[in-house]
């Protein structure tokens, strides 16, 4: 399985009042699944923060809650995945504490291992932008809405720390994506990336 295991994250981890510093802070740890029996990680390269108060792009602003957003009102470290377009799985953690409703999405990883099985799962035979996407790495990775509210410190899906080491000066932070609808929160400056030239992991 893993050929350079890595200590999983604690719920702490999670428990940051600040979605966006959880968010910049999951940039370089390693996601992990193990679905089916087949082993599948990658490096974080690309999230997206979300807040639960005065966000017009989150799920469940100002305290609105369905039944797909219950979860996020929930502990920390916890999956929040939900089906974008009837099509796209996509995941989220939920951060902060019980009630809060914060959630940092997911959006990019860099394939660390298991690439045959993530190039069958996505149907490809290279590994250019195999993962470069919020639904690309669920794919590759196996991760459906089926793991939906599981806690994320075990199998079958769980975040790593490999003590990668990311330049506060090798992240971008620019408008998050898909969020035209939000008014000027759609402006924020939370979506993280880390710089193409130092993904030299």
Not at 103 to 123: D, N, Q, S, T
Not at 163 to 168: G, L, V
């Amino acid at each position: 399985m893993e050929t350079n295991p890595g200590k999983s994250l604690p719920a702490s981890f999670f428990s940051n009042p600040d979605v966006a510093d959880v968010s910049r802070k999951l940039l370089g740890k390693v996601i992990c699944s193990s679905v089916n029996g087949l082993f599948t990680a990658g490096i974080i390269t690309e999230t997206e923060a979300y807040c639960g108060r005065n966000d017009k792009a989150c799920h469940a602003n100002n305290g609105l809650r369905t039944k797909r957003t219950e979860v996020m009102y929930g502990d920390p470290g916890h999956a929040y995945i939900y089906l974008c377009y009837g099509i796209h799985h996509l995941l989220n953690v939920v951060t902060n504490k019980n009630g809060m409703a914060d959630a940092v999405l997911i959006r990019a990883i860099k394939p660390l291992e298991g690439l045959e099985i993530m190039k069958k799962r996505r149907k490809l035979d290279h590994t250019k932008k195999l993962a470069d996407g919020p639904g690309k790495l669920t794919q590759a990775l196996g991760v459906t809405t089926s793991l939906n509210t599981i806690q994320l410190i075990e199998e079958p899906l769980w975040i790593e720390n490999r003590d990668i080491q990311i330049k506060k000066s090798d992240i971008i932070a620019s408008p998050r994506i898909g969020v035209d609808y939000a008014g000027d929160d759609a402006n924020r400056l939370w979506r993280y990336t880390i710089e193409a030239d130092s993904l030299q992991f």
